[in-house]
């Protein structure tokens, strides 16, 4: 399931987000990257203990916490710390499959890395090339969105970031461990939760709300893991 979060961030923090990151110190994208996807990528990073890093990584995850339709698609269990990248100058990251335990140095310590997460903090028409395809079994989807907009999909899928040709292709990505770790239920999950959100705007006293609700809850209570 790829979901996309729009306007994750407002017009404000994208500016001081990208000034920030204009005059950061970048390090070799490969030292986050498992030994096979390290063949393959070509980019640029902030360490995870950057402070830096850390500074703008809180800013996204309290955007997250109060963002119905993350918590809605994601069923968050635990968030990996936001890690910023760069690429420019024909940097890519080829085909690759996402490690599947993510750890990091302070909590949550470890993440299962249900769903994958990509935030855009370069404007579309800024830079040539750099769109995330992510392939499922429907086909291959491309990606690139608006600024402050955030796309989530399935860590299992096969994916890659093709070569930036012109400018630069600055971004937030990280990894959720979700209540739910199966897709195919996350997605009937979300397909029933967005449908009563949308019942309970047209219809706000039908009958059948709380039953459909119940049936939400009684499914998540069977699937979910804590």
């Known amino acids: ?134 392939e499922d079994t429907y086909g291959t989807h491309s990606v690139k969105l608006p600024a402050g907009h955030l796309i989530l999909y399935p860590s299992s899928s096969l994916h890659e970031v093709r070569p930036v040709t012109r400018g630069a292709r600055l971004g937030a990505f990280f990894w959720v461990q979700s209540m739910v770790r199966d897709d195919a239920q996350r997605a009937l999950l979300y397909e029933l939760d967005r449908s009563i959100q949308d019942l309970n705007q047209a219809v706000p006293e039908h009958a059948s709300m709380t039953r459909l609700t119940g049936v939400y809850h009684n499914l998540l209570r069977r699937w979910a893991e804590l």
């Open 1 to 134: 399931m790829l979901v996309q979060i729009p306007e994750l961030l407002n017009a404000d923090q994208l500016v001081q987000m990208r000034a920030a990151l204009d005059g950061a110190d970048w390090d070799d994208g490969r030292v986050t990257a498992g030994a096979q996807a390290a063949r393959v990528k070509r980019n640029r990073q902030l360490t995870e203990s950057h402070p830096l890093a850390r500074r703008l990584g809180e800013i996204i995850l309290q955007q997250l916490a109060q963002n119905s339709l993350f918590t809605s698609a994601a069923l968050p269990l635990k968030v990996f710390p936001p890690l910023f990248n760069r690429y420019e100058s024909g940097g890519h990251f080829g085909k690759h499959i996402d490690t599947a335990v993510r750890l990091t140095r302070e909590a949550p310590y470890r993440v299962r890395t249900d769903i994958s997460a990509t935030l855009f903090l370069s404007a579309s028409d800024e830079y040539d090339g750099g769109e995330l395809l992510v």
